[in-house]
């Protein structure tokens, strides 16, 4: 890497999973297969039927094998991300809607299985929400399994023998792709597909493996053996790095390296202020795939679990046993530290076929999370059988998301008063579980007090509040400066939701983003926030800044910020003391 080399470049795409990673790069061919369609006689079509048929069952086999393979050196956590693959082979839309197209427009297998996908791929790329769109490439991976089984083609291994320690460059790779990664040999990966919330993403995180993704044209920017840099959280590669971008990298890496360890170090002591007062400090997940990473980092239980993951990508609705299964796993896995499970919060999406949701003009504004639960109370009620049920396994809390105002309330408390009668003497539960609301709507925070008799906790969700306070969409990145958390309107909410909980001697959590940046800690804590939850990632870096606050010192904050007329004066003003009282816990 000595001399300057002028092929030098630097590319941006998506920090997926953080950490640096210099190596030389190794191609691998993921892109998709190549399948032409064409029309068959009418004698020919139930051949195709067959050989459909046929493939279908080869990729369940295929994935089946791999299942058992990687059971040797992958707890079940891990191979749940497989059996989504394989629900995903027995879907009615994929197989029946492929078998109509043959059947109806007379053309081979290959040709028809290509249409599904297209037309199921286009509504996915419609869908606004980021998280739902990346599950459009699940159904892709499968599909793509199943066409190069039609045609014969077999995917080449990851690396291969001799390969030393490489960074992956593909088009896409597949949750059973990164789970077959030999973590020695593969030391960070770069794609074309995926987003920050595809499943191979989350794996990486899970895995801690530095990754980019998105950077469209990657594998045709590289050559196989090039050395490249990554950094997967800033989300830049470099290839053939010059000397200097070298030595800054290196540099960069083991700084990193360095802080993160330190991190670590954190984790087993109290995230507990230098005047003694506690804090928990919780992780948001929405797979099981995250717990372990989550304790590695010292997370004093789950703070959030998003069950989403577990309804999408499918034709029927997950049943009460499958979402017991997934719920109790976390339970058991994280215990003896408590578990906070949020109902489904997803709606305005038509594949949720069983839940009746219609087109809407806005789906943030519409049959969204508890209302669209409690429009199906039969779908609303399994869910919340599997909660109480998995409480048998550990200690769980539950909350509904998205509530507006208290007749919400308790019409879902009475359905769950509902779902407990109808378990009593079936299946043991917790009796005593704690229910609670989200608050992210500003009629929740207005009638916060109200509210607070009913439950027995709030979480804040700050990413919803923040876009619903400012009316700001938080998916819109032309709008991202607009979206500010130290707002008064939104600073003042806060305070007033911290206030009602401990006025009513309830819990004040939150669970939103803001909870995971470090600089916000002293403002939550002075407000006197109960519990902030967040990625797991950040667990240490904001325990390192409350063990070195005050509770009186973070009061003070709070009583100055509050005293601000906009969100550029309050930012100032909390910059500026970060970097007088912790800026050596800032690096
Ligand atoms: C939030 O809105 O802050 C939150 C935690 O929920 P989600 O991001 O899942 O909407
Ligand atoms: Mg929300």
Redesign the pocket.
Known sequence: MGSERSDSKELKGIGASGGIAIGRVRITDRRRVQVAEHPVRADEIPVELARLAKAIERAKLDLATLKNQLAATHGPEHLCVIDAHLLLLDDNTLVGETTQYIQQLGINAEGALKRTLNRVKSFFNNVEDEYLRERGNDIETVVERVLRTMVGERLEPIIRAGDGRVIVAAHDLSPADILQIDKSQVIGFVTELGGKTSHSTILARAFEIPAVVGLERITAEVADGDRVIIDGTAGVVIVNPTADQFREYLNRKHRYEYIERELLKLRDLPAVTLDGHRMRLKG?IELVEEVASLKKHGGEGVG?Y?T?MLFLNRDHLPTEEEQFQAYSAIVKQMAPHPVTI?TL?IGGDKFLNDLNVCDEMNPALGVR?IRLSLRNPQAFKAQLKAILRASAYGKVRLFF??VSGIAEVRAAKALFEEAKKELAGVHPFDEEIKVGI?I?IPSAVMIADLLAAEVDFF?????????YTLAID?TNEHLSPLYEPLHPAVLRSLKRVVDAAHHAGIEAC?????AGEPEFLPVLLGMGFDEL?MNAGSISRVKKILRRCTMEAAREVVERILSFRTAEEADAYLKGEISARFSESFD
């Not at 979480?459 to 876009?467: A, E, H, M, P, R």
């Not at 939150?510 to 803001?514: A, F, K, P, V, Y």
């Open positions: 948001n959030l998003r989403e949020r919060d999370a998301p998205m989200m992210e979480s804040v969700g700050t990413n919803d509040l923040i876009q938080r939150i669970c939103g983003e803001m939850s």
